[in-house]
């Protein structure tokens, strides 16, 4: 992956379009909760023609079928980081390992994003199906998060859930807090564990791992650090 790589081209209209979906058929209909501090937007509600592909700490993320390029982040109510996000995506630019930021709105009380779409499998996803974990993927991540500190951007939150492979190229999908500036050591934990975990045991023959144990780990990995 290349510094300044180029995105496919979208068009200002399909924008335009876009942004118009979201404001007539999503957002009336939607409903998202902040239930907790520190932990995942519940989603209560969105229309049946949209699909969900995500929640996160502060917003989720939506797609329309007729729009494959594009994907909107919504912010949920009483919850920030939506002008920090907006900062980060224009420090970053164009950059083949990252999303893109077209557009930024408020209305009727939500706050939104219409962003590139990036497909794959996030790791996370790869060790519960048993899908193999290139070590060109790692590169790829660590070469994009070298990028954004050249853009004065400190990488945080960088865990399995948050980065993805498709076609054994690896791709951030979440910038969201890359302006905080306290040290953050998961994407070189998420390393070790790829190192002396992974390689050695998993990578010639990747099998899937129950949901459970990965819900331990997570779980653990959190007591541990804290």
């Known amino acids: 992956m290349t510094e300044?790589?180029?995105?496919?081209?979208?068009?200002?209209?399909?924008?335009?379009e876009f942004a118009s979906w979201?404001?007539?058929?999503?957002?009336?209909?939607?409903?998202l909760e902040s239930v907790h501090d520190g932990e995942p937007i519940i989603v209560r509600r969105y229309p049946e023609q949209w699909s969900k592909l995500g929640a996160g700490n502060y917003a989720g993320v939506f797609a329309h079928p007729l729009a494959d390029d594009l994907v909107v982040k919504v912010?949920?109510?009483g919850r920030g980081g939506f002008e920090d996000?907006?900062?980060?995506?224009?420090?970053l630019g164009e950059h083949a390992a990252y999303s893109q930021c077209y557009d930024a709105n408020e209305t009727g009380g939500f706050r939104y994003l219409i962003l590139k779409r990036l497909r794959g499998k996030t790791l996370y996803q790869c060790i519960l199906e048993g899908i193999p974990i290139p070590a060109r993927a790692i590169e790829d991540v660590d070469e994009a998060l070298d990028y954004a500190r050249s853009r004065g951007l400190r990488p945080h939150d960088v865990h399995g859930k948050n980065i993805m492979i498709n076609e054994g190229r690896g791709f951030v999908v979440d910038v969201s807090d890359f302006l905080k500036q306290d040290a953050c050591t998961m994407w070189d934990d998420m390393k070790k564990a790829y190192k002396h975990l992974y390689l050695p045991y998993l990578s010639?023959?990747?099998?899937?791992?129950?949901?459970?144990?990965?819900d331990g780990v997570r779980k653990g990995y959190r007591l541990f650090k804290s």
């Not at 300044?4 to 335009?16: C, E, L, M, T, Y």
């Not at 979201?22 to 409903?31: A, D, K, R, T």
């Not at 010639?204 to 990965?214: A, G, H, L, N, T």
Request: proline share 14%; charged share 25%; aromatic share 6%.
């Open 4 to 16: 300044g790589a180029k995105s496919d081209v979208i068009n200002p209209n399909q924008i335009r």
């Open 204 to 214: 010639k023959r990747p099998v899937p791992i129950p949901e459970w144990i990965m």
């Open 22 to 31: 979201v404001e007539q058929s999503l957002l009336p209909e939607l409903v």
């Open 85 to 91: 996000e907006v900062e980060v995506y224009g420090r």
């Open 75 to 77: 912010y949920t109510p």
